[in-house]
T-cell receptor, first 113, second 115 residues
Framework: KNQVEQSPQSLIILEGKNCTLQ??????????LRWYKQDTGRGPVSLTI?????NTKSNGRYTATLDADTKQSSLHITASQLSDSASYIC????????????FGRGTSLIVHP | DAGVIQSPRHEVTEMGQEVTLRCKPI?????LFWYRQTMMRGLELLIY????????DSGMPEDRFSAKMPNASFSTLKIQPSEPRDSAVYFC?????????????FGPGTRLTVT
């Protein structure tokens, strides 16, 4: 069964600090992995998307890494800001023509001043 | 572009009533997805359409749920009869099937409360 596990479930950090969120998956075959940011009361917004051949991708202060061999990904947030407080969701899509994504439960990040 | 548009944004109804959620995808996108999000289960894919045709509805929880896409610019998700356990946020998302590496764009969601 395809699964995406995220850790930690929740995280509280001080403004200006860095943090790293983890995503492990069992989806096979693999097509792509995406990280979404979901603010409270809004729909998810894509941060990064990586295919099999990519092992790192940045979007401003967000840097995602992918190790397709160990089926792990991380999202690193540098110099956190209050606006980074949100839920971060890891989504993995399978290959072989399947469009069905598998969602992680998300990591809830709270940035305190 | 206005993005994916969903209506209503909030819906409160009594158990047993019919509920219809609406979605207008981004113009030019040919795939549309309906998701449900709850605290307990996170985001779940209910059904997706490609070129207005339902491709996979294995996520639809039961026969009380139905979805239609009569044309490329409109889709509905209907629950009849509604039950309290259907309370959730329902998201619609759309994407193109070429060039975007399967990037999906989500609407703002409809928060459904069934009492």
């Amino acid at each position: 069964k395809n699964q995406v596990e995220q850790s930690p479930q929740s995280l509280i950090i001080l403004e200006g600090k860095n943090c790293t969120l983890q995503c492990n998956y069992t989806v096979s075959p693999f097509s792509n992995l995406r990280w979404y940011k979901q603010d409270t009361g809004r729909g998810p917004v894509s941060l990064t998307i990586m295919t099999f051949s990519e092992n790192t991708k940045s979007n401003g202060r967000y840097t995602a890494t992918l190790d397709a061999d160990t089926k792990q990904s991380s999202l690193h947030i540098t110099a956190s800001q209050l606006s980074d407080s949100a839920s971060y969701i890891c989504v993995v899509s399978g290959g072989g023509g399947s469009y069905i994504p598998t969602f992680g439960r998300g990591t809830s990040l709270i940035v305190h001043p | 572009d206005a993005g994916v548009i969903q209506s209503p944004r909030h819906e409160v109804t009594e158990m047993g009533q019919e509920v219809t959620l609406r979605c207008k995808p981004i113009s030019g996108h040919n795939s549309l997805f309906w998701y449900r999000q709850t605290m307990m289960r996170g985001l779940e894919l209910l059904i997706y359409f490609n070129n207005n045709v339902p491709i996979d509805d294995s996520g639809m929880p039961e026969d009380r749920f139905s979805a239609k896409m009569p044309n490329a610019s409109f889709s509905t998700l209907k629950i009849q009869p509604s039950e309290p356990r259907d309370s959730a946020v329902y998201f619609c998302a759309s994407r193109r099937t070429s060039g975007d590496t399967y990037e999906q764009y989500f609407g703002p969601g409809t928060r459904l409360t069934v009492t």
